[in-house]
């Protein structure tokens, strides 16, 4: 699980070790991770690990799926979680600031990805890739452009991947989620509550949707249950 340890990620890690999963968390901030893993072992009774690496770095991730590797084993399960926004008009963004997104949503996702799908191929192990994007992956949207454009690379990655990498029992699928309330992304992308108020008029059932709720799909999707469904986007 590749993210902060937080919102989504931590919801999706602590539904997936309470069905019994041996789960991994990976970001770049360990102290933050220690002590999700921490909580969610005690909450669940199932170990977490907690690994640092940079998903902007290619040697970061190679070294730190050894650490993986050698604490779990080969994964059943990769979710492609991290996370990077920020709005902006998109006449004011800079060559940076592009690439700060693109390179956490985009390549951080294909160096994980293709790391640990070489290491699977081998032996022909079989394993459930999810990614997580956006509803504006596939509409496109203002003010968040970088991402709009990664994330929508990250679907066709997965979409591709489901298509060649099949055959060795890889099997890759993609959650959008609408608006989901989490204490990082709204801070940062909805300080006034506006597009809050905003997107629950809209929403048909009332309600922006919970960590958990995301988290019960992605169990269904990285579960036998699901493995014959690959290349989909939900």
């Given at each position: ?137 596939e509409t496109g949207s203002g003010f968040v452009v970088p991402s709009a454009a990664a994330k929508s690379g990250v679907e ?23 608006p989901i309330r989490t204490k990082g992304a709204f801070s940062r992308l909805d300080p006034t509550g506006m597009f809050e108020?905003?997107m629950i008029g809209r929403i048909p059932v009332g309600g922006l949707g919970t960590p958990g709720e995301i988290a019960n ?18």
């Amino acid at each position: 699980m590749t993210g902060r340890g937080i919102g989504l990620g931590k919801g999706m890690t602590t539904t997936l070790s309470a069905l019994g999963a041996e789960c991994v968390i990976a970001s770049r901030k360990l102290e933050v991770l220690k002590k999700t893993a921490e909580e969610i072992t005690a909450q669940a009774g199932n170990k977490v690990h907690a690994v640092q690496w940079d998903v902007r770095d290619p040697k970061s991730i190679e070294a730190a799926v050894d650490q993986l590797v050698e604490v779990a084993g080969l994964p059943d399960v990769v979710i492609n979680n991290a996370a990077g926004n920020f709005i902006s008009l998109s006449e004011k963004l800079s060559a940076n600031a592009w690439r700060t997104i693109t390179d956490i949503l985009l390549n951080g996702t294909a160096f994980i990805t293709l790391e640990l799908g070489k290491r699977l191929i081998l032996p022909e192990k079989g394993a459930a890739f999810l990614a997580t994007t956006t509803i504006y992956a596939e509409t496109g949207s203002g003010f968040v452009v970088p991402s709009a454009a990664a994330k929508s690379g990250v679907e066709t990655l997965c979409t591709s991947l489901a298509a060649v990498w099949g055959r060795y029992g890889l099997w890759f699928n993609v959650i959008q989620p609408g608006p989901i309330r989490t204490k990082g992304a709204f801070s940062r992308l909805d300080p006034t509550g506006m597009f809050e108020k905003a997107m629950i008029g809209r929403i048909p059932v009332g309600g922006l949707g919970t960590p958990g709720e995301i988290a019960n799909l992605a169990a269904y999707l990285c579960s036998d249950y699901a493995c014959w469904v690959s290349g989909a986007i939900f």
